[in-house]
């Protein structure tokens, strides 16, 4: 069946690091792929997406290449701030259907000053 | 674009009264509504799947009984707790998308406590 593996959080960083949520996907078809961030106490907001292999999906610095040979989609940052602390969640829509998503544990991140 | 609100943000009820929570696509068609339900420090948990206009489709193990959906219109979904309980204490969130797309916008939650 399909399912999304995240890394353990939490990841604690300091501000202008570098960041990496490791997801690594197994799905039938080709699905695609979905980082969403949660802020604490809202919903989700959509961070980036990419629906190939090898598509690139890149928003507010952030960015996570769709790569099929090693089923991951990890997200990256080259230099993270305060304001990006949150949990992160990366997702996939199956492909046909209703495209329901399938989340993985999510990965909460904490930029320290 | 692709704005989903909900409303009420937060709300408080007696053990064994019934909540309704609205979920509206404001700048969109949603033909397709989710809700989810997610605990402290968790995952989402799908909750059930409402196509406008027919019977929402519920996961293994949610009561439909108890979590009444209705999807009447291609801008709103309720979901309604029925003889609410403590453990049905939780943050709901709904999404939506139009049909045939692959991406679900999310509303901002509903954070539901029983006494």
């Known amino acids: 069946g399909n399912s999304v593996t995240q890394m353990e959080g939490p990841v604690t960083l300091s501000e202008e690091a570098f960041l990496t949520i490791n997801c690594t996907y197994t799905a039938t078809g080709y699905p695609s792929l979905f980082w969403y961030v949660q802020y604490p106490g809202e919903g989700l907001q959509l961070l980036l997406k990419?629906?190939?292999?090898?598509d690139k999906g890149s928003n507010k610095g952030f960015e996570a290449t769709y790569r099929k040979e090693t089923t991951s989609f990890h997200l990256e940052k080259g230099s993270v701030q305060v304001s990006d602390s949150a949990v992160y969640f990366c997702?996939?829509?199956?492909?046909?259907?209703?495209?329901?998503?399938?989340f993985g544990t999510g990965t909460r991140l904490k930029v320290l000053a | 674009g692709a704005v989903v609100s909900q409303h009420p943000s937060r709300v408080i009820c007696k053990s064994g009264t019934s909540v309704k929570i609205e979920c509206r696509s404001l700048?969109?068609?949603?033909?397709?509504m989710f809700w989810y339900r997610q605990f402290p420090k968790q995952s989402l948990m799908l909750m059930a799947t409402?196509?406008?206009?027919?019977?929402?489709?519920?996961e293994q193990g949610v009561e439909k009984d108890k979590f009444l959906i209705n999807h009447a219109s291609l801008t709103l979904s309720t979901l309604t707790v029925t003889s609410a309980h403590p453990e049905d204490s939780s943050f709901y969130i709904c999404?939506?998308?139009?049909?045939?797309?692959?991406?679900?916008?999310f509303g901002p939650g509903t954070r539901l406590t029983v006494l």
């Open positions: 700048d969109f068609q949603a033909t397709t």
């Open positions: 997702a996939l829509s199956t492909a046909s259907g209703t495209y329901k998503y399938i």
């Open positions: 999404s939506a998308k139009t049909g045939g797309a692959d991406t679900q916008y």
């Open positions: 409402s196509n406008e206009g027919s019977k929402a489709t519920y």
């Open positions: 990419a629906t190939k292999a090898d």
